[in-house]
């Protein structure tokens, strides 16, 4: 059986002091491979915490975390790394596009710290377009994109590693609603075909769209 992408053991982190801050306090979370899962809670609950531990930008304090079955905590930092660019694709509410670069360049770009070769990337970056529907927008500078276009070109380029979990931190926060909810049928779709989504945000209609929904409210998961 597969092990869980997300897996927490109470973890949490705590920043020192005086006075300690429980930014996250100890939790336990699973998330299963092809689970899609919104996260929500007020501002300062502890969503980007959540978020950073999630993403293999914090380590937690106390716990531990395994992605994919594999424990985290016991990675070097260059692993963490490497587990973060080739297991973990990110898509911001600022879509972070080069805007001198083309779809297809600003997609391939993410490739080149994983090293993949200059043939494969072309090749990767121009699938992971027409999977998000731009495949006729591959050589359109973001300038030339419309908001919702953008974040496609971001979506596809979290995809072009393919990674075994989608983190979203609010990705229709600049879009308007009818943009918003085409990106939202693209990630229903994505979880169709069996990716492993996890979005935060602040929009009831977003969180709507998952199997289910996890609070953080006080640094506290409630599952």
């Known amino acids: 059986?597969?092990?869980?992408?997300?897996?927490?053991?109470?973890?949490?982190?705590?920043?020192?002091?005086?006075?300690?801050?429980?930014?996250?306090?100890?939790?336990?979370?699973?998330?299963?491979?092809?689970?899609?899962?919104?996260?929500?809670?007020?501002?300062?609950?502890?969503?980007?915490?959540?978020?950073?531990?999630?993403?293999?930008?914090?380590?937690p304090t106390c716990g531990?975390?395994?992605?994919?079955?594999?424990?985290?905590?016991?990675?070097?930092?260059?692993?963490?790394?490497?587990?973060?660019?080739?297991?973990?694709?990110?898509?911001?509410?600022?879509?972070?596009?080069?805007?001198?670069?083309?779809?297809?360049?600003?997609?391939?770009?993410?490739?080149?710290?994983?090293?993949?070769?200059?043939?494969?990337?072309?090749?990767?970056?121009?699938?992971?377009?027409?999977r998000v529907g731009l495949g006729h927008r591959l050589d359109a500078l973001p300038t030339r994109l419309s908001g919702g276009e953008r974040q496609r070109v971001a979506i596809a380029r979290a995809l072009a590693a393919e990674p075994s979990l989608l983190l979203c931190d609010e990705p229709t926060g600049n879009l308007d609603s009818q943009t918003a909810a085409s990106v939202l049928d693209l990630l229903d779709a994505l979880h169709r075909d069996g990716m492993t989504i996890a979005v935060i945000t602040h929009d009831p209609e977003v969180a709507r769209r998952g199997q289910r929904t996890i609070t953080i409210r006080d640094g506290q998961v409630l599952v």
């Open 64 to 130: 531990s975390y395994l992605l994919d079955g594999i424990d985290t905590a016991a990675a070097s930092d260059a692993e963490r790394t490497a587990l973060r660019g080739t297991r973990i694709g990110f898509v911001f509410q600022s879509f972070h596009l080069l805007a001198h670069r083309t779809a297809r360049e600003n997609v391939e770009l993410a490739m080149v710290y994983q090293r993949t070769p200059r043939g494969a990337r072309k090749q990767r970056a121009e699938q992971a377009l027409r």
């Open 1 to 59: 059986m597969n092990a869980p992408v997300i897996e927490l053991r109470q973890a949490g982190l705590t920043y020192p002091g005086p006075p300690e801050v429980a930014a996250l306090r100890p939790c336990d979370l699973t998330v299963q491979r092809g689970e899609y899962v919104t996260i929500v809670g007020p501002s300062g609950a502890g969503k980007s915490t959540f978020l950073n531990i999630v993403g293999l930008l914090d380590e």
